[in-house]
């Protein structure tokens, strides 16, 4: 089975460009994770959905972050502008249900983001 | 804002040695979660334990529970240089927030 796909690996882009990451979750995973990592750190969630709803996006910096679930398969994240201080590791996961139910979290590789 | 503490940060040790990480909060969790990343990698989930004094074993790594669900630890008998890796420790609260608090991370590194 294949698990969650991330792309691209890595990015380098110049501050105040706009930059998106997309990520396919394990086939039949209702529920989509979108984490940032900062080096030395423990990953942070972002945003997390259900289906194709957006269910907890409190921690999500929503003035230059946007994300998207169309049709409650993949999911794209996007920063416009991005700052120097968005360099981090963007990783995706997905479950089948939800912490609630017990459900496992499988995580993705991982988008490597650098901001110059 | 529950935090989880993990310590020691960094541990560098010899191949066959023991070894216990821990991770610690104020905060009672519902279940915590013990994931291993390795460079380039997204955490893979280790163990999940649920119940306070809990004990789980898997091959060399045996995870406790705290009685107060507050606490657990790692500890891994005889390491081998593939255990070496960054050991999270994650835990979801009480009251329905379906919400995984990570730790900073245990950066394991096991010499042959």
């Known amino acids: 089975e294949a698990g969650v796909v991330q792309s691209p690996r890595y990015k380098i882009i110049e501050k105040k460009q706009p930059v998106a990451f997309w990520c396919n979750p394990i086939s039949g995973h209702n529920t989509l994770y979108w984490y940032l990592q900062n080096l030395g750190q423990g990953p942070e969630l972002l945003i997390r959905y259900e289906n194709e709803e957006a269910v907890d996006d409190s921690q999500l910096p929503k003035d230059r972050f946007s994300a998207e679930r169309l049709k409650g398969v993949d999911s794209t994240l996007k920063i416009q502008p991005a700052e120097l201080g968005d360099s981090a590791v963007y990783l995706c996961?997905?479950?089948?249900?939800?912490?609630?139910?017990?459900?496992?979290?499988?995580f993705g590789p991982g988008t490597r983001l650098l901001v110059l | 804002t529950q935090l989880l503490e993990q310590s020691p940060q960094f541990l560098s040790i010899q191949e066959g040695e023991n070894l216990t990480v821990y991770c610690n909060s104020s905060?009672?969790?519902?279940?915590l979660q013990w994931y291993r990343q390795e460079p380039g990698e997204g955490p893979v989930l280790l163990v999940t334990v649920v119940t306070g004094g809990e004990v789980k074993k898997l091959k060399r790594l045996t995870f406790q529970f705290g009685d107060a669900r507050k606490d657990s630890s790692l500890h891994i008998t005889a390491a081998q240089p593939g255990d070496t890796g960054l050991y999270l420790c994650?835990?979801?609260?009480?009251?329905?927030?379906?919400?995984?608090?990570f730790g900073k991370g245990t950066k394991l590194t096991v010499n042959p």
């Open positions: 994650a835990g979801s609260n009480q009251g329905g927030s379906e919400k995984l608090v």
């Open positions: 996961a997905s479950s089948l249900g939800s912490i609630a139910t017990g459900e496992t979290q499988y």
């Open positions: 905060s009672v969790f519902s279940s």
